[in-house]
Every structure is written in C-alpha cells, then in structure tokens.
C-alpha cells in the first residue's frame, strides 16, 4: 500500500504542529495521573502539612475493605448490565433499520441524539422519568404493583443508572453496527438464501459472525464506557446510594478523595482503575486487529 | 433436472425503472443458454428474478412444471455463481460447500460423499480446510462453483463468473464450465457481456438489448445470420463493418448487384472481405493500421470515394504495409442487408 509522505520545509515544524496535543496531554492527563500514583504511596496528615511514604499499604487495606470488594460486584453488575443492554438493542435496531430502504437515514439520524446528550442531562432525563413522586414510569410501574423508589430501594437505584447509562450508548452502538451490516456483502445474503437459510438463520451464521470484529470493538469501548465515563449519570441520579447501592468504582474514587477526604485512598482506586483501563486497550488493540478476523 | 419457462415477463424496479420488458423465453432441460448483451441491457435483473432474488412484476416463471412466481429462492432449488463469488469469508472452503446441504437436512454421510465428490472433480480437495480468502481467484471461482454441484439443483445460474479473473484464467475456467455443464446435463441459464464468451460457452444464444430480446438462436446461426444491425455489431470480433447502401452504389456502379426493397445498409464481416480476388463490389482504400494479432492480421483500411473505415481480416502475415493501397472485393455471398429505420436483417 502507497503511504502518503509530506515533507516539511524545516525539521522544527512537525513538533511545533503537535506540540499542543502534547502538552494537553501532559498536563492534564500525564501529570496528573503521575500524581496520583505517587499519593497512593503515600500517607498526608489531616491538615495536609506532612506527608510518609507508606508502600502498598493503601493498596492492601484496600482488598481487605468489604465496600471496596462489594463495589467491584456492583461495577461488574452493572457493567456488564450496561454492556449487554445497549448492544443487545443496538443490535435489534440496526437489524431494523438495515432492511429499510428509503428512510434508513432518517431512522439513523434520530437514533443518535442520545448520544450528542451529555451524561449528566441524560442522567437528570432519566431520573425525572423515573421520580417516585412525579415520574411517569412509576406511575405506570405502580398498575403492575411495582411501588418503586429508587431512592430507598437499592435495587431500583441501581436499575435507574444501568437504564441511563445504556439509553445513551444504544446510538454509539447502533452506528457501529450499522456500518458493520452494512459492510456485509449483500450477494452473501441472497447465497445463503438460495443455499436454503431463513432470515433468522442468515443472521446468525453469516451476517452476525462477520460482526465479530465490530461486537469485539465495541464490548471493549462499552465496559470502558461504563466503567470510567458513567460518573456523570451517577453523579445526576443516585449520587452512589440509596446505601451505597450505586457507588461503583469510579464514583468511589470521588466519594472517598473528595467527600471522605482519604486522598491516598483515592488515590489507589484510581490507579487500580487505570491499570484496568491501559489493559483494555491493550487487548482492543491486539486482538481487534489480528485475532477476531474472518 | 429440470426446463425453465418465462412467459410475459416484465420488471419494472421503483422509481418506474422499466428493466424487462415482456419477455418470453423457453429453456429446455439440460440446455446451456446464454444471456448476452451491453452493460444495463437487464441480463442480471433476468437471471434474478428466475433466481427469487427479484419480484417478477408481470408474467410468469416456471422451473419445471412449477410456476416459481411466489417461491422463496430456497423453494427454487436452484443454484447460483455470483460475479463476487460470495463465498461466506468466516467457514472454511468445506463448510462452504456444506452449508446449502445442512440447511436442508441432508444426511452427514451424503453431505461428506457429495463434498468428497465435487471437491475430487473441481480438484479444490487439497484447499478444504482453507479459508476463502486463504485461496486464489481461480481456486475461489472453483470453490463457487463447488458450492453450487454439491446441491445437484434443478438449474444453474451464472452471472458473469469470470469477469473478476485475469484472461488466461477466463479462457481455462470457460473450458471448464463447459465440461462439467456437459457431464452433468444440468440446466443453466449464463449471464455476460463478453460477446466470446457467449459464443463458446452456449447451446443457444440469447442476445438481449434495453430489456428486451434481440435474437435467440445457436452461436453460430447468430454469427452468420444477425437478425439485427445491433446483433451484427455484438456478435464477432472484430465487429462486422456496415456499409450505407448510397454510397456504395455510387462507388460500384454496374458491380452492384440488385438488392431485396428496404435494404439500406449493407453488412459485411471483416474475415468476408477478400483482398485481390474478383466477383463481388470492387473496392479500394489505404490502409491506416495493421493489427498482427499473430495467426491473423486486422487491417484497419479507409475505403476511397466514401470517407468510412472498414476492417479486414487476412489469414497470415500481411502482404501490404501501413499507408500502402489495396484493392479488395466485397463478395456479394458475404453480404448481410439491413434496414435502418427498423433496425431489421432484411432478406
Ligand atoms: N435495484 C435496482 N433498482 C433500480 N434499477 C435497477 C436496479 N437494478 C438494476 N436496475 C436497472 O435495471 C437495468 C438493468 O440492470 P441489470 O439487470 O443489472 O443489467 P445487466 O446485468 O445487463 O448489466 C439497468 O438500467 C439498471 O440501472
Ligand atoms: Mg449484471
């Protein structure tokens, strides 16, 4: 394959060009995230005018702390809750609105407003929809007996979140997806069909087994999504309770640096939370490529 | 096995796109017929809708003593060879070949000896293991057509199957097409615009023009009796030279000999035309460019008196060189009449 090369006129202008998404970079991600490793090493007095060096003891006291071990059960729930819904629909709808032929873009467009909503307007959406008081869902929940509160009922809590959480992520989904069906042959139908499969058989044995790098792709960015980009939807909602109930991961890093003030602590879970994003990246960008090809 | 029967059909996609226009087509049991035609002429929009893979808007399709009209492609038992070869990438060459056959039910050991069988006579037994893309465009082509013996259909279809090979591949895969249509006597129905291809690979010949037939009829029978100007143009190459009647009346003057009423374009094919040689219409021109093509020469020559370039082919190497003249005879045997408002072979 031909590689495009433009030659600069002075060696110094290719640095100049990238030079500010550099020192974006480092010093409102590298740094910080320099810092937080090296606090969670350490331990600062009340007063923050002294600080020790205390190893891994951060880290130790972590794994014996039953709230930070029932936090990793309420992130994997609700991860992988997030995960499976919002592909799962986006999957049905780009299904949809693959076998239309005229108003295909229109159906694409509205499906992706969602998205363009930030996280803390989706949260509030959402949180609106389903207020025990004024709420049009738990009036309609209430006909089928179900008298919710989400915010005395941990498991109505933590149903609210996953709702908004994937609500906003069918659309990134969906155009995944989309774009993947899309890029399926049509001739690879219509053998199948004259080989003797139904609609239903096509897509599982031939349309959705070519999606698998696109499914691989965005179960990847989905568990990140939910894992690391969802504190606006909690922060908007349930603000990690009733109890507890809804204080995944990362929203523990906030409530206790922030509220409960144990920075080093903190600072811990969030290094734990950036070793799990670097290794899932690293496995997007290995196995996405090479492995889940056809 | 079976016969294919069209009657009346016509398509028309949306957006009143007028693809076919009331068609009608018999095609015997075991007959190899070919659709030929330009690029858009609707030879795919045909073979699709015999396929299932189109509605049909008008008319009827039978295979066999069925009316296929409302059938699903799979009900069809027909198979068919795409352009693209559409092999499915993620299954193996033998899970390609197996696919059709499970759908339907087929027994594990018949699957196993129609695979073992059709992968023995398209010699792809060393590549079943393999992955589609692990393969060649030829051995891909093989293996599409594998996947359509292993169904022993009814028919088999063809849309330009060879279009995606290089020449010399085209060549071999047409031989082979021939050969494996002939021992198995299957029904098939060959789409392509290659007009040599056409002519090698059919029993009958169908050439087809905006939507509609222009001629039906043995390859040969075509070449040498074009009902049409458009199928003189199509079929042969070099294509046949065309003539307008006036001029050359006024070039030939008492050599011309009497024509049937309506004639005003006279055919001629490029291998008719005799350099030297008398009894026919004297001519004579220079001769712009000389094509050897090897066990043949194409002379490109500008005929005086009429300002019209014809061509000639001559058997060996050329005794004349560029810009040289020559003199040469249109045998009156050799000539085709046409009429031009219709279009039509006139007798
Ligand atoms: N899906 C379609 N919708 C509208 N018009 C079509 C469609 N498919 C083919 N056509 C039109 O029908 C005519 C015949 O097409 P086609 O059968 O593909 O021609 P060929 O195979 O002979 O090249 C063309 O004018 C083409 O533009
Ligand atoms: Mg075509």
Redesign the interface.
Known sequence: MDTKRTVFPSQGLPYLLVAPQIIITLIFFIWPAGQAVKSSFEREDPFGLATSFVGLSHYVRLFQDPAYLASIGRTAVFALAVTVISMGLALILAVAVNRLIRSATTYSTLLLWPYAVSPVVAGILWWFLFNSSTGILPYMLSFFGVDWNHQLNGTHAMILIIVAASWKQISYNFLFFLAGMQSV?Q??N?????????PF?RFW??VF??L?PTTFFLLIVNLNYTMFDTFGVIDATTTGGPNQATNILVYKVYTDGYIGLNLGSSSAQSVILMLFVIALTVIQFRYVERRVQ? | MASIDIKGVRKVYPGNVKAIHALDLSIEDGEMVVLVGPSGCGKSTLLRMIAGLETITDGTISIGSDVVNRKEPAERDIAMVFQNYALYPHMSVRQNLEYGLKNRGTPRDEIDRRVTEAARILEITPFLERKPRQLSGGQRQRVAMGRAIVRQPKAFLFDEPLSNLDAKLRGQMRIEIRRLQRNLKTTSVYVTHDQLEAMTLADRLVVMNGGRIEQVGKPIDLYDRPASLFVAGFIGSPPMNLIPVEQLRALAGAAMPVLPEGTDILGIRPDGIMVGGSGGIPLSGVVELIEPVGGESHLYVRVEGIDQVLILVLQGRAEVAETERVDFVLPVAALHGFNRESGKRVE
Do not use: F, H, Q
């Open positions: 042959p001739s690879l219509e053998a199948a069909a004259i080989d003797g499969a139904g058989k044995t031939i087994p070519l698998s056809y």
